[in-house]
């Protein structure tokens, strides 16, 4: 069997993480068997449609490599790809439907809805619409809701991560098919689109199990062959107890990246946040995914979102970028995240500064916190000098002597390198006899009065001797 799956989502706002795992499952799997992802627009609720939610859905897909076979901008052969344009198409399935006595106009004011639906509250009884069926429809015309007219019975269907599954009659009732508005609710949509698209596996959240009853009868009222189900457990927030949500600190996938996450880490961390391969492996490219990926490894139960795998997870990427492809196809996706102070530096200046940071680096937007001392002088901040763990039992008399001796050793360097610069870093200790943290902390602040650092020699070799002699001359004069 050609497999085909589709990621189908709404354009109702930003896309979160929930969103993109989502599509990741669908595409791997596609892509495992050669076959092919339809992205698909729901965009028939139109009083929540957000104007440009769908470039951002695009763009998202885009970033992550997830290439849709058919779909907007690609085209293809079971087209159209928003479910807006596709009404004709819902409205000549409705007519089978009540051709066969299994749809009904229903006029009913909302608020008489509502009182059956407080009348079950009051009873203490479910509160299900087939009860309050009305016994004479008029003819079915847009503008008008469309309901399904449920024939309750026992359902029993598989699912791929869920295993088998059953419900009872109890559970089937008349659901909306076509609104007031003339376009089709996602229950009936969703089904008629999977068939008319050739979707062999409907991939989505587990909130949708509940609602498989329905679904069933209507693949069953339609004549139409029921795909594989696969349905994926909840991302829960940080402590586990619900599902995540933008108030429990998830941002938003164009977030993540604006702040400096890589492609390549977030469908990596995605991709394994509810799956794994049955290893300890953690890092793994796309292709290494679309290899191992498989059903059988989704798990069951929710999986906790972790921010802090995530930063982890992308500085293991930054490092790989840059040791595998070069410090140069790193600096490439560096734009945008440089500080105010490298403006109008040279590309060869900030890559010499990359090549000696990167492996510090969570995200890319930490290159604006890390790297500034190298673009300017910093300010002088004697308070962090001297309370600093290392240094606060070297009174200020001793630190001033210490910058001295040190300035006069390193004056004395006719190479400026790194070798050169650790084997003189290394005399100093010697002569000083001071510890490698009281030394080497006093240098490293002077220069760059900054939390954290690349290596001194290192730094220094970056910085150059005129800058570097010049920030420890300043240091020892304010002491």
């Known amino acids: 069997m050609s497999i085909v799956t589709r990621f189908a989502p709404s354009p109702t706002g930003y896309i979160h993480i ?95 809805i509502e009182a059956y639906r407080k009348q079950c509250n009051e009873q203490k009884v479910p509160f299900l619409y087939r009860n309050f069926r009305p016994t004479d429809t008029p003819e079915w015309q847009p503008g008008i809701p469309l309901r399904f007219k449920a024939e309750p019975k026992d359902y029993d269907w598989h699912d791929e991560v869920m295993g088998d599954m059953h419900s009872g009659p109890e559970v089937l009732d008349d659901i909306i098919l076509i609104k007031k508005d003339g376009y089709p609710t996602y229950n009936f949509a969703h089904i008629v689109d999977d068939s008319e698209m050739g ?9 949708y199990l509940s609602s498989m009853p329905n679904y069933l009868a209507l693949y069953e009222a339609l004549g139409l ?26 941002k938003s996938v164009t977030e993540y990246r604006d702040d400096g996450v890589l492609a390549e880490a977030m469908l990596n961390y995605l991709a394994c946040l ?5 290893t300890e492996q953690e890092i793994y490219t796309k292709d290494e995914l679309i290899k191992r990926f498989s059903l059988d490894r989704i798990q069951n139960s929710g999986a906790r979102y972790d921010e802090t795998k995530l930063l982890w997870m992308n500085g293991q990427w930054i490092r790989r970028i840059a040791d595998e492809q070069g410090i140069d196809a790193l600096y490439a996706r560096t734009e945008g995240f440089w500080p105010q102070s490298a403006d109008g530096a040279s590309d060869e200046r900030k890559m010499q500064v990359l090549s000696i940071i990167y492996d510090r680096l969570k995200t890319l937007s930490d290159l604006r916190t890390m790297t500034d001392y190298f673009f300017k002088d910093p300010e002088l901040d004697l308070d962090m000098l001297i309370h600093n763990k290392y240094l606060k039992k070297l009174s200020e008399s001793e630190l001033e002597s210490l ?41 490293r602040l002077a220069l760059s009065y900054a939390p954290f650092s690349p290596a ?5 070799e970056v910085l150059g001797k005129e800058v570097s002699l010049a920030r420890l001359n300043a240091t020892a004069r304010a002491i």
């Not at 028939?44 to 939610?53: H, K, L, P, S």
């Not at 006719?414 to 943290?437: C, H, I, R, V, Y």
């Open 18 to 112: 929930g969103n993109v795992r989502s599509a990741i499952y669908p595409y791997l799997l596609a892509k495992q068997s050669d076959g092919k992802m339809i992205l698909r627009i729901e965009d028939t609720d139109r009083a929540r449609y957000v104007e440009g939610a769908t470039e951002l859905i695009e763009d998202t897909l885009e970033w992550l490599g997830l290439n849709w076979d058919e779909g907007p901008i690609v085209g293809g052969t079971h087209g159209p790809y928003f479910q807006s344009e596709r009404k004709n198409i819902y409205h000549e399935w409705a007519r089978k439907l009540i051709a066969a006595g299994r749809a009904y106009a229903d006029p009913t004011p909302p608020e008489q």
């Open 199 to 207: 979707v062999t596996h409907v991939m989505r959240g587990v909130e």
């Open 225 to 250: 062959e029921r795909p594989k189900f696969v349905s994926l457990p909840h991302i829960l927030a940080p402590q586990g107890n619900k599902k995540l949500g933008k108030r429990d600190g998830a």
């Open 274 to 278: 509810g799956w794994n391969d049955g």
């Open 403 to 443: 910058l001295k001796a040190s300035i006069a050793k390193l004056s004395m360097l006719s190479t400026w390198d790194a070798d050169s610069l650790q084997s003189t870093l290394n005399d100093l200790l010697g002569e000083t006899g001071k510890k490698p943290a009281e030394l080497f902390s006093l240098i």
């Open 456 to 460: 001194l020699n290192l730094t220094m």
